[in-house]
Antibody, heavy 121, light 109 residues
Framework: EVQLVQSGVEVKKPGESLRISCKGS????????ISWVRQMPGRGLEWMGR????????NYSPSFEGHVTIAVDRSISTAYLQWSGLKASDTAIYYC??????????????WGQGTLVTVSS | DIVMTQSPATLSVSPGERATLSCRAS??????VAWYQQQPGQTPRLLIY???TRATGVPARFSGSGSGTEFTLTISSLQSEDFAVYYC???????????FGQGTKVEIK
C-alpha cells in the first residue's frame, strides 16, 4: 500500500528555519514525483512545487520560488520542504502528494496527512 | 500563472439532487484539468483527471466535462458523503506550474 507519512505539528517564531518531511513507503521512491501543497487556515489549496526524486529536479510555483526549498533524501525515501526565514503568513497546513503518472502524470493521486505549521511571535 | 476561477463559491443542494460546479481557466488548458474533493478535516482526494476520466474507485455519479477554458463537475445525485469542498486544478504547463481554483463548497440545503 502506498503511504506518505508526514512529520508532526510545528510551532515556530518569525525568522526561524524549518524543515518538514514526507516519508514514502509501499512503492519505489524514485519512481513518482512528489509535490507540496499549502492550505492556509480556512482557505483553498495552493500548489507550491514538485520534485522528481530520481534526479532531484524541481519546479516551483512563481508564488513560492525563492521562499521555500524542496529536496529529497533517496536513502531514506523522504522528501522535505524547508524554509530559511519563516513569516507569520507561512502559517498553514502543508501536504505532500504523489503523482503516480500513467494516464495523468500531473495528478495528485496520494496525499500525506498534512503538517500544521504555526508561525507566531 | 494560469488562473482557475470556480463558481459558485458555495452551492446549497438537497440530498438526491444534482450539483453542477464550474471552473474557468484564464487561458486554454486543453483537457488538462483534474478535480479533487476535500471533506471536512480530511485530505484531498482525486476524483477526475483529463477533464472527464474518473479516478480509480470514484462512483459513477461523479462526471466531468469540458475542454479549453470551461469545465464542469457534475454530481448526479448527492449523497451525504458528497457534501465537501471541490477544487479544480490545471496541469497544462511545462515546466510544471500547476494551479488550483479557489474551491466550491457543496453544502446541505
Amino acid at each position: 500500500e502506498v503511504q506518505l507519512v508526514q512529520s508532526g505539528v510545528e510551532v515556530k517564531k518569525p525568522g526561524e528555519s524549518l524543515r518538514i518531511s514526507c516519508k514514502g513507503s509501499g512503492y519505489t521512491f524514485t519512481t513518482f514525483w512528489i509535490s507540496w501543497v499549502r492550505q492556509m487556515p480556512g482557505r483553498g489549496l495552493e500548489w507550491m512545487g514538485r520534485i522528481d526524486p530520481s534526479d532531484s529536479y524541481t519546479n516551483y510555483s512563481p508564488s513560492f520560488e525563492g521562499h521555500v526549498t524542496i529536496a529529497v533524501d533517496r536513502s531514506i525515501s523522504t522528501a522535505y520542504l524547508q524554509w530559511s526565514g519563516l513569516k507569520a503568513s507561512d502559517t498553514a497546513i502543508y501536504y505532500c502528494a504523489l503523482s503516480r503518472g500513467g494516464a495523468c502524470q500531473a495528478c495528485l493521486d496520494d496525499w500525506g496527512q498534512g503538517t500544521l505549521v504555526t508561525v507566531s511571535s | 500563472d494560469i488562473v482557475m476561477t470556480q463558481s459558485p463559491a458555495t452551492l446549497s443542494v438537497s440530498p438526491g439532487e444534482r450539483a453542477t460546479l464550474s471552473c474557468r481557466a484564464s487561458q486554454s488548458v486543453r483537457s488538462n484539468v483534474a478535480w479533487y474533493q476535500q471533506q471536512p478535516g480530511q485530505t484531498p482526494r482525486l476524483l477526475i483527471y483529463g477533464a472527464s476520466t474518473r479516478a480509480t474507485g470514484v462512483p459513477a455519479r461523479f462526471s466531468g466535462s469540458g475542454s479549453g477554458t470551461e469545465f464542469t463537475l457534475t454530481i448526479s445525485s448527492l449523497q451525504s458523503e458528497d457534501f465537501a469542498v471541490y477544487y479544480c486544478q490545471q496541469y497544462n504547463n511545462w515546466p510544471p506550474s500547476w494551479t488550483f481554483g479557489q474551491g466550491t463548497k457543496v453544502e446541505i440545503k
